[in-house]
């Protein structure tokens, strides 16, 4: 349970029980909003990680969860693997963030693709996919902005 959070909890020494615990206080309002967020958590690493935001229906946060982790330049994720939790939360929607390891916030084919899958395993379970972040240590591209869907 909220690995992402305590790993980063053990890098720098934080309290787990005090960011777990102050998750709920975050509203998402915008794609800045869930960056700022996202880029806090899997800026620095060292291959792609992908981050997945379960909201509630007031745009609260309700569980942030590392799906998957890939390598320094390839992330295979699966619909499956970042709804399970989502499910589990009962998560009225989700944001989704990965990040580049070259610093570069450039969409790739792959980013697309994978945005439309998740995209429309949403539809079918009636869990909206706001939006699919891009992130690097000190920027983001969001790809709803982008209009790739």
């Known amino acids: 349970m909220y690995e992402i959070i305590r790993l980063r909890a053990e890098r720098g020494k934080l309290l787990k029980k005090y960011l777990t615990e102050h998750l709920n206080e975050y509203q998402i309002r915008s794609p800045e909003d869930f960056a700022s967020i996202a880029i806090k958590y899997i800026d620095n690493e060292d291959r792609k990680i992908l981050l997945a935001a379960c909201l509630s229906t007031q745009n609260k946060l309700l569980f942030l969860n590392c799906c998957h982790i890939g390598t320094l330049d390839m992330n295979l994720t699966s619909p499956r693997e970042v709804f399970k939790i989502v ?3 009962n998560a009225a929607s989700i944001l989704v963030a990965h990040n ?7 969409s790739s084919p792959e980013d697309i ?8 395993a949403g539809e079918i379970l009636s869990v909206e996919l706001i939006d699919h972040l891009i992130v ?9 902005e982008r209009g790739y869907f």
């Open 87 to 89: 499910i589990m939360q």
């Open 113 to 120: 693709r994978v945005t439309k899958r998740l995209q429309q």
């Open 100 to 106: 580049h390891v070259s610093a570069n916030c450039t």
């Open 136 to 144: 690097t240590s000190n920027k983001f591209t969001s790809l709803k």
